[in-house]
């Protein structure tokens, strides 16, 4: 590319340039800042501890420089925090502005309100000859002096103006408009390649190519130039706006020899915008003087992307809007930490900060961060900022183009600030306090007094020569004491907008901290705008005061370098950034992101192995075993009277009696436990210390007497062969005592009671946990004849049709079917579903191959599966910039209730990032984004896969039945579904979209594994009654 002429200065209309690339330096620090004089001071705040007065470091905000020198004694320069031992303001004891003695009559006393005696008199007052003379500049500086507990009080006003704008519901009568601007993420560094920024200012078009190196942002090479604007532009037709833009555009790509490659381009335009995503924004309304007409309402991007298209620049495309706050903020984010607050005070206001994306409800982001553009220059224009007006605030508002309006803006604008001394010189000048006998017509010309003077008058060391030069250019021919007063009037007037915006940056931290439930906040605020760049005591003030108004939080301000330029790039490439981010994992989680096809195919397979498993000839080969349980009904709530339940499923185990009763259920219980001796040795051992358990509690009980029907549920793999009657398998969970695997474990629990002459004993039903979950809900809902489990593992049972039960005899009735799933796809059907990481998983497991769909959907495997995608994400440098991760090599070491955690709705980054660093993993907020991403794409699928599953059932029963819509409750059980936040949801509304003639029901189970085994036992035993 054409290197085009450099120049240091800066740019003019049609040349070329190159942007400064070392930040620029920092105005050194006024007099004053760092010590308080003693001397000066009311006499009741002498002596009194340094911590109740203004220091220029509070500890709590610094400005990214050394401390200032202590200043001489009653320097000008010198200033005290309102509400603690005197005024915010400058004020003058006894010595002009340039430090010789006065005349105790020409003393100006500019003490706060809070510190005045019930009199009205100031301390100054009560040891100085206050004279006429001097009385209204007094009342003027003090009428401009703003209390911290005002102070306090503004922020307070603040926070509620900003959470009014943030909320949906009362976003429309918002001042402060508290906008989404899309952007989600500060720079990392990482961001590199060429970029096109075009700026619109107030008269002219700036364009910049940018070229970042991937290096930290730290030495970003910028070409610019700039194009004057024709001035009827601004108030003609929006499409000649645009076409001029797009030219420029043009004409800057041809003078610089472009590539033709894709060019992302960064659109700045401050103007007050209503953004729906980074790259499309309606104009809200047009301010600044422009007024062009056909685009108030329409998207401001795709107008500049058709003018660039007619100019046929087809490889331009318009990647992100934002206005210079936003800019400023991201590039003071380009130092190595991360800048998440901006402000901006020069001709206009604003600010913007990152915020908690769940709270910015006129977003559609639920989690992470979005940067909100607070347009607070509006803040006020309700009426809250009518106790701090003062008769000069009125006049300026009521001379603007916009009575009424960004009032805030009108406190603290240099748009407005002359404005504002102009009226209080005129108000003195009234009372014959200033320029006396002197012609003074040309302060009733407006904007004769600029802001940029007032800043010059204010300067510590050429402030009295130049405040005599500018007020003798307008024929006032003042005195030294008049440019001593006038002075002081500019000077009050800047450090109260200074005042002004550290109350509403302290509201902006607050909100941060608060939002982040955090004690303390430590943050970098980047700052631009005239006053700020132009007078280093508004820096110190705006610091100063935020500390004190914001305790809890320590903010650091940067000075930014080119906000709308450099940052528009800097927003432009991190976008970019994102957008190939997401790309990459996208491509990573699509195998786990099922279609509806695909779900439709789950579904349709289940159903074909559901056959298989009920055929008698096609069971063996079945992956879905399908069951009899020889559970024949469920409960219809005639069921009355006591009954035990055991429930043996692991190292406790529980014995219950439970009542049956017209009014309800009963129950009472205990745990023992099972000595690990006991659980490996003898089956004689191990059931004698069950009888012997199930004594005890009858004996706790007074029931030793009865004989009470018994339901034992016994959660081992076991072949039922009648509803009293289940041969053991094999043992599992640490079990091994010896003569049991191959026989009744029914009949070896009724030899125990004969050993030890327990005659009350009367096992009726053996049944697993899904059984006793659908029993359990039957109670309380007749229409509950499918059970569900979906925690730890997974599994399903259901009524099914006794004709269609190929593996018992009998054509009449129903019988529960326990389908044992969670082996669905172990013959190889389910093979294209599963994904590289589900086979890393299994291939670790002590049943490789095995329990396939349950390896899909259950608890035990689901944090594992999250495991090996973030690996993989690593590896890609696609997640903790790439770092080596030894905790994240751990097997089991993400357990699936992190995924529950960092699923919750409205949980906040924060507090998956603490998830993260528990495990030794430090995560940014974009990682924690990305972790909950990979959470959420696995917990989704495998909800979605329990609903394929459940939705064969459904359909099924609803077929057997002949019916056109089916209405059937599930009992439902497990730590996945009960715990997850959103499992449950997602499961439901896939059911529906599968399963749309059948109307399910879900109910939660309430201890299925006890009160369901003697459900059953109590079903058993009404069907026996004669």
């Known amino acids: 590319m054409a290197s085009p002429e450099r120049r240091g200065s800066q740019p003019q209309s049609g040349r070329y340039g190159r942007a400064a690339r070392a930040s620029r330096e920092q105005s050194p620090a006024a007099p004053g800042s760092d010590s308080l004089p003693r001397r000066g001071l009311a006499p009741e705040e002498r002596g009194r501890p340094a911590l109740n007065r203004w220091r220029g470091d509070t500890g709590r905000a610094r400005q990214g420089q050394p401390p200032s020198p202590p200043a001489p004694e009653d320097s000008p320069g010198t200033i005290a925090i309102v509400g603690h031992s005197c005024p ?47 009385a209204p500049v007094q009342r003027a500086l003090l009428a401009l002096t703003i209390p911290l507990e005002t102070l306090q009080a503004v922020k307070g006003r603040m926070l509620q103006a900003m959470r009014k704008g943030l909320s949906r519901q009362t976003h429309a009568q918002a001042n402060v408009r508290m906008l989404p601007t899309y952007i989600c993420s500060t720079p990392d560094g990482t961001e590199k390649g060429d970029i096109l920024v075009v700026e619109l200012c107030q008269s002219h078009v700036r364009t910049l190519w940018v070229t970042l190196l991937g290096d930290g942002n730290q030495s970003p090479q ?94 331009v ?80 508002d009521q001379e603007s183009s916009n009575p009424g309006e960004k009032r805030f803006e009108k406190l603290v604008g240099s748009l407005y600030l002359g404005e504002i001394v102009r009226h209080v010189l005129t108000a003195l000048v009234a009372e014959k306090v200033l320029f006396t006998g002197r012609s003074v017509a040309i302060l009733r010309t407006k904007d004769v007094l600029k802001t940029q003077q007032v800043l010059e008058i204010i300067d510590n060391e050429e402030g009295m020569a130049k405040a005599r030069r500018v007020l003798e250019a307008l024929g006032l021919q003042p005195s030294e004491q008049d440019c001593c007063r006038v002075q002081q009037i500019c000077r009050a007037v800047v450090s109260r907008a ?79 950034r994102l957008a190939a981010q997401r790309r990459e994992v996208d491509q990573l989680l699509a195998p786990l992101r099922l279609s509806r096809a695909d779900l439709e195919r789950v579904q349709a397979l289940m ?58 259920i009963l129950m009472a219980s205990e745990i023992y436990v099972i000595p690990t001796a006991v659980m490996q040795g003898t089956g004689e051992a191990l059931f004698n210390h069950i009888i ?31 509803l009293d009657k289940a041969v053991l398998l094999s043992w599992t969970k640490g079990f091994s005592a010896s003569g049991c695997v191959g026989q009744d474990v029914v009949q070896l629990l009724r030899e125990a009671a004969q050993r030890k002459q327990h005659l009350g004993l009367k096992v009726v039903a053996v049944v697993n946990d899904t059984v006793g979950t659908m029993m359990s809900c039957g109670y309380d809902d007749p229409k509950c004849e499918i059970g569900l489990i979906v925690g730890t593992g997974t599994n399903a049972c259901y009524m099914e049709e006794m004709r269609n039960v190929g593996t018992v005899e009998g054509e009449q009735g129903r019988m529960c079917i326990n389908m044992e799933w969670g082996a669905f796809g172990d013959n190889g059907c389910l093979d294209d579903f599963f994904t590289d990481f589900d ?81 030794e993993l430090q995560a940014s907020f974009e990682d924690s984004l990305l972790v909950q991403k990979v959470c959420q794409t696995v917990s989704l699928r495998a909800a979605q896969l329990c609903a394929a599953g459940l939705a064969a059932v459904v359909e099924k029963m609803r077929e057997n039945r002949g019916l056109a819509q089916l209405a059937v409750t599930v009992g439902v059980d497990g730590t996945l579904y009960k715990m997850h936040p959103r499992f449950s949801q997602h499961l439901q509304q896939m059911l529906r979209d599968l399963a749309p003639n059948c109307t399910v029901t879900f109910l939660q189970s309430e201890d299925g594994s006890g009160k369901g085994a003697a459900l059953v036992a109590a079903v058993a035993c009404r069907g026996a009654e004669p």
């Not at 192995?609 to 080969?621: F, I, K, P, V």
């Not at 086979?839 to 670790?844: A, F, I, M, P």
């Open 317 to 396: 495309d318009v990647v992100a809007l934002m206005n210079d706050t936003v800019g400023t903020m991201m590039t003071c984010s380009m130092r190595g930490e991360p800048c998440e607050v901006a402000l901006i005070v020069g001709t206009g206001t604003n600010s913007c900060f990152m915020a908690e994306a769940q709270l910015v409800e006129m977003a559609e982001e639920i989690s992470g961060q979005m940067c909100v553009n607070t347009e607070w220059g509006c803040f006020g224009d309700d009426g809250t900022l009518s106790d701090i007006l003062t008769p000069y605030d009125q006049h300026v």
């Open 607 to 664: 159903r074909r192995e559901m056959e298989l498993g009920l055929g008698l000839e096609s069971h063996a080969n079945a992956s879905v075993r399908m069951l009899p349980t020889y559970v024949r009904g469920t409960p219809d709530g005639t069921e009355r009277g006591e009954f035990l339940a055991l429930d043996l499923g692991g190292t406790n185990f529980r014995v219950l009696v439970v009542r049956v009763a017209q009014d309800g």
């Open 839 to 919: 086979r890393l998983v299994d291939e670790k497991t002590i049943n490789a191959g095995k329990q396939r769909f349950e390896k899909l959907i259950s608890g035990m495997y689901l944090g594992e599966i999250v495991r090996h995608i973030l690996l993989a994400l690593v590896e890609k440098q696609l997640l903790f910039r790439g770092k080596p991760c030894p905790k994240l090599q751990t097997r089991d070491i993400f357990q699936t209730k992190f995924l529950s955690t960092i699923e919750i709705d409205g949980l906040a980054l924060r507090q998956v990032r603490a998830i993260l660093q528990d495990l």
């Open 88 to 134: 915010l303001y400058p004020r003058l004891l006894g010595r002009d502005c340039s430090g010789r003695t006065l005349q105790s009559a020409d003393v100006v006393d500019t003490v706060a309100p809070w510190s005045r005696d019930a009199e009205g008199r100031s301390p100054v007052s009560r040891h100085q000859n206050n004279g006429p003379t001097c």
């Open 498 to 576: 200074a005042a002004l915006c550290a109350a509403g940056l302290a509201a902006i931290l607050s909100h941060m901290c608060q939002s982040r439930e955090l004690e303390r906040l430590a943050v970098n605020v980047g700052v631009d705008g005239e006053l700020y760049r132009g007078y280093t005591r508004f820096g110190e003030i705006l610091q100063s005061v935020t500390g004190l108004l914001a305790p809890e939080c320590m903010a650091t301000l940067l000075p930014s370098v080119d906000g709308t330029g450099q940052g528009a790039a800097v927003v432009t490439a991190v976008a970019l």
């Open 222 to 315: 910028v070409t610019y130039k700039i194009f004057d604007m024709p001035g009827d532009i601004i108030q003609g037709k929006g499409e000649a706006l645009f076409d001029f833009i797009a030219q420029c555009v043009r004409q800057f790509l041809a003078g610089i020899s472009s590539p033709q490659h894709r060019l992302p381009l960064g659109f700045v335009f401050p103007f007050s915008c209503r953004q729906t995503q980074l790259d499309k924004a309606e104009l809200i309304s047009w301010s600044k003087g422009f007024s062009c007409s056909d685009v108030e309402g329409k998207d401001v991007v795709q107008l500049l992307q058709s003018a660039i298209k007619k100019q046929e620049l087809h490889h």
């Open 692 to 722: 012997e358990c199930i004594m005890d509690f009858q004996l706790k009980q007074d029931l030793m007497e009865q004989v009470l029907p018994l339901g034992f549920t016994f959660s081992f793999p076991c072949q039922q062969l009648g």
